[in-house]
């Protein structure tokens, strides 16, 4: 068998993500559920503006609820091309909690596919990535 017949699934996000273990979960429970081609239509829509903003996904359990933190990263002024993490700065943390008793993967995921939808133009994308 040669090395490239064989099928891997790589379950990475680049461009705009920074990697994380939560995002690292919520891409293995979307291909566990069937749900890996959505969230990576959400990836392209959410990557095609705001080129130089990464975004750090973090979930989160307090009070048995579930929570989702998206950090928004910006490079710092006076890098002109970043090229590693220590080129940016942390910008904004903007936390969306679940009041219902929910799999913070299904909940973290549902958001992360919101957050997609539409975007550049959708409220959720606005206050994640465009507003201060």
């Known amino acids: 068998m040669k090395i490239h017949d064989k099928k891997i699934n790589y ?8 990697h994380s273990e939560s995002l690292k979960d919520i891409a293995e429970y979307a291909v566990g559920h069937g749900k890996f081609n959505r969230l990576n239509t959400a990836r392209k829509n959410i990557d095609n503006a705001y080129l130089t903003t990464r975004l750090k ?7 048995g609820k579930s929570g989702i933190n998206f950090s928004r990263y910006i490079p710092k002024p006076a890098v002109i091309t970043p090229k590693t993490y220590d080129d940016y700065i942390l910008e904004k943390v903007t936390t969306y909690e679940n009041d219902k008793n929910l799999n913070p993967l299904k909940f973290a995921l549902e958001k992360i596919i919101k957050l997609g939808n539409n975007a550049p133009h959708n409220n959720m994308y606005e206050k994640v990535v465009i507003k201060k």
């Open 57 to 63: 996904v973090d979930i989160f359990e307090k009070d």
């Open 11 to 18: 379950t990475s996000f680049q461009a705009k993500f920074i």
